[in-house]
Nanobody, 117 residues
Framework: QVQLVESGGGLVQPGGSLRLSCAASESISNFLVMGWYRQAPGKQRELVASLTAGVITNVADSLKGRFTITRDNTNNTADLEMNSLQPEDTAVYYC???????????WGQGIQVTVSA
C-alpha cells in the first residue's frame, strides 16, 4: 500500500508562490506516473501536472508557464512549483501516483492552497 503525504500548502497572497511536495512511502522509481490534481469548491477534480517515467512532463494548458512539476530522487518526492498564484488557484491539491504495471492509482489526502489578499 503506497502512502503519500502532501506538504507545503497554505495561505498566500495573489502573485505569490508556493512549492508543494508529495512524499512517498517507497522509492519514486517504482512509479510510472506521478501527478498533482486539484479540486476547487463546487468543481470537479482536474489534472494540474504529471510526470511520466520520470521524464515526460504534462502541465494543464491553462497553467503552463506558472506551474512546474519535478521529482526529487534523493528525498523521494514529487514537487509542484506554483508561481504567480491567483485566487482561482485556490483548491485542495492532491498527489497521485500509478506504480509500474499497476492499474491502480494511489492518492494523498490533499492539502489546501488558498490564494487571497
Amino acid at each position: 500500500q503506497v502512502q503519500l503525504v502532501e506538504s507545503g500548502g497554505g495561505l498566500v497572497q495573489p502573485g505569490g508562490s508556493l512549492r508543494l511536495s508529495c512524499a512517498a512511502s517507497e522509492s519514486i522509481s517504482n512509479f510510472l506516473v506521478m501527478g498533482w490534481y486539484r479540486q476547487a469548491p463546487g468543481k470537479q477534480r482536474e489534472l494540474v501536472a504529471s510526470l511520466t517515467a520520470g521524464v515526460i512532463t504534462n502541465v494543464a494548458d491553462s497553467l503552463k508557464g506558472r506551474f512546474t512539476i519535478t521529482r526529487d530522487n534523493t528525498n523521494n518526492t514529487a514537487d509542484l512549483e506554483m508561481n504567480s498564484l491567483q485566487p482561482e488557484d485556490t483548491a485542495v491539491y492532491y498527489c497521485s501516483v500509478k506504480p509500474w504495471g499497476s492499474q491502480h492509482d494511489y492518492w494523498g489526502q490533499g492539502i489546501q492552497v488558498t490564494v487571497s489578499a
